[in-house]
T-cell receptor
Framework: ELKVEQNPLFLSMQEGKNYTIYCNYS?????LYWYRQDPGKSLESLFV?????AVKQEGRLMASLDTKARLSTLHITAAVHDLSATYFC????????????FGQGTRLTINP | SAVISQKPSRDICQRGTSLTIQCQVD?????MFWYRQQPGQSLTLIAT?????????ESGFVIDKFPISRPNLTFSTLTVSNMSPEDSSIYLC?????????FGSGTRLTVV
């Protein structure tokens, strides 16, 4: 059974600082997804990582994938308050059914 | 990517009653997915709905409790039956789109 674990689960940081969220998964998978969820809202797709060594960047967020280590990271550079949200990673179960298994989520709070 | 219209956005229901949630997609899709997000938790897949066949339910979810209809390639409904306070959650539908998955806006259900 595929398991996806994120850490930390809660993160409070100051504006201007850098930090990284980690996503580990337990079995081989070709695709890893990062989503953002604002309170009371649905999920917004941030990144899709398709291969080992893939790196994607959008603004202050950068995601990377190491399929050998079964690890993805979401790096936040010079955080701003607008990035406060819950971030989820999700992995395709790889069995052809296109099912996503989600991590627990990281609730990020950025303080002025 | 696809655009999903999900209704209702929220509801407060009496225990023992049922609620049907609708998702309309602006394009034809083979698979639709229904997720549950309990308060403060991650997303858990309830079932996969394919047009023209029975939905496939994940462990811990049964058809009698969560019947699903998929009459065509753009529409699906999820019913939460015989509700109890433990069913209070956000329910989301999702479809594959491009490289990622698109999520509906969610239905916030409170059972009293």
């Amino acid at each position: 059974e595929l398991k996806v674990e994120q850490n930390p689960l809660f993160l409070s940081m100051q504006e201007g600082k850098n930090y990284t969220i980690y996503c580990n998964y337990s079995t081989t998978s070709d695709r890893l997804y990062w989503y953002r969820q604002d309170p009371g809202k649905s999920l917004e797709s941030l990144f899709v990582l398709l291969s080992n060594g893939a790196v994607k960047q959008e603004g202050r967020l950068m995601a990377s994938l190491d399929t050998k280590a079964r690890l993805s990271t979401l790096h936040i550079t010079a955080a701003v308050h607008d990035l406060s949200a819950t971030y989820f990673c999700a992995v395709d179960d790889g069995l052809g059914a296109q099912k996503l298994v989600f991590g627990q989520g990281t609730r990020l709070t950025i303080n002025p | 990517s696809a655009v999903i219209s999900q209704k209702p956005s929220r509801d407060i229901c009496q225990r023992g009653t049922s609620l049907t949630i609708q998702c309309q997609v602006d394009s034809q899709v083979t698979m639709m997915f229904w997720y549950r997000q309990q308060p403060g938790q991650s997303l858990t897949l309830i079932a996969t709905a394919n047009q023209g066949s029975e939905a496939t339910y994940e462990s811990g979810f049964v058809i009698d409790k969560f019947p699903i209809s998929r009459p065509n390639l753009t529409f699906s409904t999820l019913t939460v039956s015989n509700m109890s306070p433990e069913d209070s959650s956000i329910y989301l539908c999702s479809v594959p789109g491009g490289l990622s998955y698109t999520f509906g806006s969610g239905t916030r259900l409170t059972v009293v």
